[in-house]
């Protein structure tokens, strides 16, 4: 893969459901671009205090510090001009302004590598990520492995009864499953089969 523009900036978006190593890939490629000595920034919604809030974290215990933001718009206030590789993990917890801030900082000349989930609980669209797909140079799609048969897992099953968009945990709340053994009724009240 070669990351040859006119001023070097693109925006590598990496999707997919939960523990499908979205956040694994996300570090890797930020700590190449450190150990080649380029000065990289990562940052992560307020939303996500999951694991650590100046750290992002994968399920797999992998971390690299972070900057917490409550808005896409303090991306472009913290961001130091000299840097060259801009990490973003979570980017389905911002809202439309992650877009324009993405485009922003590749066209100043960065990097930008945004990693988020591609589906909500419902297995419906999680906006921003169709838009910044759209406008992506690169585009990783990372799949997991289904707890139940062991098929390539592209979405996230919720196991409890909540109808909230964002309903934050990991595993217990959410675990991974492929097409046939994903159940969106299993989480709605009322709806569920079992
Ligand atoms: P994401 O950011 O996509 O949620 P992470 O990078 O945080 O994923 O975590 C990926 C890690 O999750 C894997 O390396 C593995 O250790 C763990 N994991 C837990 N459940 C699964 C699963 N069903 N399939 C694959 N990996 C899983």
Redesign the pocket.
Known sequence: MSFVSMNGGCIEV?V????????????RRMRRAEIARQRVQVFKPLIDKRYSEDHI??????RMKSETVEKADEILEKVDPRTEVVGI??AQFFDATIVAVCNRLADMGKRVIV?G?DKDYLGKPFEPMPELLAIAEYITK??????ICGAP?NYTQRLVQNEERVLVG??GVY??RCRRHFDPTLSVPGLSKR
């Open positions: 990496i997919g459901s939960m523990f499908s190593g979205k956040s694994e890939e996300l570090i974290v994968s399920h797999s215990d992998l993990d979570e990693a989930l990372s799949m997991a492995i289904c707890v897992a990991a595993s675990e991974a």
